[in-house]
T-cell receptor, first 110, second 111 residues
Framework: QKEVEQDPGPLSVPEGAIVSLNCTYSNSAFQYFMWYRQYSRKGPELLMYTYSSGNKEDGRFTAQVDKSSKYISLFIRDSQPSDSATYLCAMSDSNYQLIWGAGTKLIIKP | DAGITQSPRHKVTETGTPVTLRCHQTENHRYMYWYRQDPGHGLRLIHY???????DKGEVSDGYSVSRSKTEDFLLTLESATSSQTSVYFCASTQEGEKLFFGSGTQLSVL
């Protein structure tokens, strides 16, 4: 079993929909949680960064961490075609070594 | 955006030949990383560096070596390329913590 599980998709939704992307993990020591966005033929870029549990909001994006369930989510409101990309979750404990999910490919249909 | 450039962007080589990939960053970041990305596996750490001449192995380091002689440059070498090393390779850097900045990747094909 992988330390971090992420559904590879693709997830296809119409423009304007609310998107929910998720990762589960097994290591209870993880306390730093990140979402990266990766466009085709580009490197990943940091989208959201959360420490420990709780929610964090940035514009149309909300990151949610539930440490009791070992489950993290990324919500995208009012989704746009430009949000079409692969979304990677990543997490670490205190030694800064990131463990990555395999990524979910998201397609927003105009 | 952090200035991280990788070269070459694309490389086709034959089994058994040595290959060197280059990463150059202009941000004076202390930490640099080499990852490979394969379908179904996400990003896997090959090697990383926490300073000039200070490097360590990641989870998939077999068959790879690295060198960092200057803060801005991090080289990844495949001593004798194999078909299993066909992949997309990403370099990343950061000054501290987990907020990595990535290059655009090198697509390597080993025939």
């Amino acid at each position: 079993q992988k330390e971090v599980e992420q559904d590879p998709g693709p997830l296809s939704v119409p423009e304007g929909a609310i998107v929910s992307l998720n990762c589960t993990y097994s290591n209870s020591a993880f306390q730093y949680f990140m979402w990266y966005r990766q466009y085709s033929r580009k490197g990943p870029e940091l989208l959201m960064y959360t420490y420990s549990s709780g929610n964090k909001e940035d514009g149309r994006f909300t990151a949610q961490v539930d440490k009791s369930s070992k489950y993290i989510s990324l919500f995208i409101r009012d989704s746009q075609p430009s949000d079409s990309a692969t979304y990677l979750c990543a997490m670490s404990d205190s030694n800064y070594q990131l463990i990555w999910g395999a990524g979910t490919k998201l397609i927003i249909k105009p | 955006d952090a200035g991280i450039t990788q070269s070459p962007r694309h490389k086709v080589t034959e089994t058994g030949t040595p290959v060197t990939l280059r990463c150059h960053q202009t941000e004076n970041h202390r930490y640099m990383y080499w990852y490979r990305q394969d379908p179904g596996h996400g990003l896997r750490l090959i090697h990383y560096s926490y300073g000039v001449k200070d490097t360590d192995k990641g989870e998939v380091s077999d068959g790879y070596s690295v060198s960092r002689s200057k803060t801005e440059d991090f080289l990844l070498t495949l001593e004798s390329a194999t078909s299993s090393q066909t992949s997309v390779y990403f370099c990343a850097s950061t000054q501290e913590g987990e907020k990595l900045f990535f290059g655009s990747g090198t697509q390597l094909s080993v025939l």
